[in-house]
């Protein structure tokens, strides 16, 4: 069975260039999720989508950073316009679904990691 | 903020068990401890998880005290390939919270196997 995955694995971008960067959750997983992870720290939740719908983005700086989920399968995170605090890597993770015991573990993606210079 | 305590950095022989503790003494009765590490450069990978019981996978075990307010995760013949940060984190279950479902992750532990 195919994990998540992520793409790309690396971008490097200039301050100010927007960003995006794609996830494909494991097939049948209802939800999914970014976080972030600072060097050195452990990961942070940025948005969770029960299929096409946020449920918490209550983490998401809302001012750069937007999300979609349109057909409740891959999903696009984009930083627009990227500050230099913004270099992290960037993950994704899924779940089959949130509230059945045994079916929400969570599986990650091995990340994007985001440099801004 | 993470709800539990974890030693900033272990090391462990190759080939012995690896015991990583965790504390998580302001744990509710809806709440599960779940163990993932993170290989350098990986995602954080799933290792096992428990609500009271002790629990044993393919990867390891976790052994959770009776008050629940500890738990220890045992691998029982580490390799070189389990070098990695270890997570020990408090997730809400059940119960329809905003929070739950949610991992918190704190600093987790620095596993070296040494040769």
């Known amino acids: 069975e195919a994990g998540v995955v992520q793409s790309p694995r690396y971008k490097i971008i200039e301050k100010k260039q927007p960003v995006a960067f794609w996830c494909n959750p494991i097939?049948?997983?209802?939800?999914l999720y970014w976080y972030r992870q600072n060097l050195g720290q452990g990961p942070e939740l940025l948005i969770r989508?029960?299929?096409?719908?946020?449920?918490?983005d209550s983490q998401l700086p809302k001012d750069r950073f937007s999300a979609e989920r349109l057909k409740g399968v891959d999903s696009t995170l984009k930083i627009q316009p990227a500050e230099l605090g913004d270099s992290a890597v960037y993950l994704c993770a899924s779940s089959l679904d949130i509230l059945s015991t045994g079916r929400d573990t969570q599986y990650f993606g091995p990340g994007t990691r985001l440099t801004v210079l | 903020d993470a709800k539990t305590t974890q030693p900033t950095s272990m090391d462990c022989a190759e080939g012995r068990a690896a015991n990583l503790p965790c504390n998580h003494s302001?744990?509710?009765?809806?709440?599960?401890v779940y163990w993932y590490r993170q290989i350098h450069s990986q995602g954080p990978q799933y290792i096992i998880h428990?609500?009271?019981n002790n629990e044993t996978n393919e990867m390891a075990s976790l052994i959770i005290t009776e008050d629940r307010k500890s738990s220890t995760l045992i691998l029982p013949h580490a390799t070189l390939r389990d070098t990695a940060v270890y997570y020990c984190?408090?997730?809400?279950?059940?119960?329809?919270?905003?929070?739950?479902?949610?991992?918190?992750f704190g600093q987790g532990t620095t596993l070296q196997v040494k040769p």
């Open positions: 984190i408090v997730r809400v279950a059940f119960g329809g919270s905003s929070n739950t479902g949610k991992l918190i």
């Open positions: 097939s049948g997983h209802n939800t």
């Open positions: 989508y029960e299929n096409e719908e946020a449920v918490d």
């Open positions: 428990g609500l009271k």
């Open positions: 302001t744990i509710s009765g809806n709440e599960y």
